[in-house]
């Protein structure tokens, strides 16, 4: 399969016509015609959800940051440095390796909303990172020197490395599932591990801000599962056992690295959290990922630490976890119910 072609007036593809990937697009982009209505409310929920870091105080985080025990520190500084990589890797990815070869213009729309996304969350990050280092290369630097970390990023990569080369039509497939993993798995220890410290009254701005970034992250992974679900019904017969096989082993593997990410950056010493309880957590994840793609659950566990729905809720006009205060988050039309 070939890169789609962007100037194409030859197209005489109509709505009916139109494909997630394999399709033959005329390049358009026309919001008065879209086949996939999701992507459109995707889109609205995106602009809605519009912040900026500069809407956080982090000045008392600053303060917050000398007094943490040195195994918080730690963590909080390899847990931003997992998370820079992350969104760095997202940002080109969605451009260079998955854009390119969906063919439904609606979704070329909101992937590269969310390539955007991506990188407002790096610039967050880095709002983050100079509020509390005097030393900003050494977390930057940290993908690179943390053996744990590096060894947790390689694979990560290598996955979308394996997914590119000659692409098929199965390889872009996988490519949407291990986005969907990305999304939905690799982001939430470290996105727990924070909310542990706003739990005990540390750090509440560096949550807030996580609490913004993983609202975005929700709709990334609605995004793509909702393309995995569209393609069911689209393209049925590359849904074979043989796929399901690869997909759980994926799932499998992204569980083992996250919840021994998790273990490794907590190292029994953070409130709230046991070994047991990260490896359930990121268990009940995959389960909830993979039964929202049509596949049964892995693990049938249970959801151990429920308080952290209490940091991460979607829902319009909550109350501020951190303050007294209405605050309006997901104005789109798009529900959550299923995160």
């Excluded at 998790?262 to 990121?282: C, E, N, V």
Aim: charged letters at 25%.
């Amino acid at each position: 399969m070939e890169r789609k072609n962007i100037f194409n007036p030859e197209s005489n593809e109509d709505l009916n016509d139109r494909r997630i990937f394999g399709g033959n697009p005329d390049g358009m982009l026309n919001f008065t015609k879209m086949k996939y209505p999701w992507a459109l409310k995707t889109w609205e929920t995106m602009l809605a959800n519009t912040w900026f870091s500069s809407e956080v105080n982090m000045n008392p985080d600053a303060k917050d940051y000398e007094y943490l025990s040195p195994t918080e520190k730690r963590m909080y500084d390899l847990v931003l440095a997992q998370l820079i990589f992350m969104d760095s890797l997202q940002t080109n990815n969605l451009m260079d390796n998955i854009n390119p070869y969906i063919t439904a213009p609606e979704i070329n729309a909101c992937l590269a909303r969310q390539a955007y996304e991506e990188a407002q969350h790096s610039s967050s990050y880095a709002v983050m990172v100079e509020s509390i280092s005097d030393n900003t290369d050494l977390i930057y630097n940290l993908w690179k020197t943390d053996e744990k970390l590096l060894e947790k990023n390689k694979y990560i990569a290598e996955v979308y490395k394996n997914l590119s080369g000659e692409v098929t039509d199965t390889k872009i497939l996988l490519s949407l599932f291990a986005n969907q993993i990305l999304e939905g798995l690799y982001f939430y220890a470290g996105f727990a591990a924070m909310y542990a410290l706003g739990k005990s009254g540390k750090m509440l701005g560096t949550a807030q801000m996580i609490r913004y970034i993983q609202k975005d992250e929700v709709v990334h992974l609605l995004l793509f599962q909702n393309m995995i679900n569209s393609l069911r019904k689209e393209r049925p017969d590359l849904f074979t056992d043989e796929l399901e096989k690869t997909v759980r082993e994926m799932f499998r593997r992204a569980v083992e690295l996250e919840a021994s990410w998790g273990i490794y950056i907590t190292q029994g010493q953070i409130l709230g959290f046991t070994d047991s309880i990260i490896t359930q957590y990121i268990q009940y994840l995959a389960d909830k990922r993979l039964a929202a793609v049509g596949y049964k659950p892995e693990y049938n566990v249970t959801h151990p630490i429920p308080w952290v729905d209490g940091f991460s809720s979607f829902n319009d006009q909550r109350s501020n976890f951190f303050e007294s205060r209405s605050t309006s988050y997901a104005k789109g039309t798009m529900s959550f119910d299923d995160f």
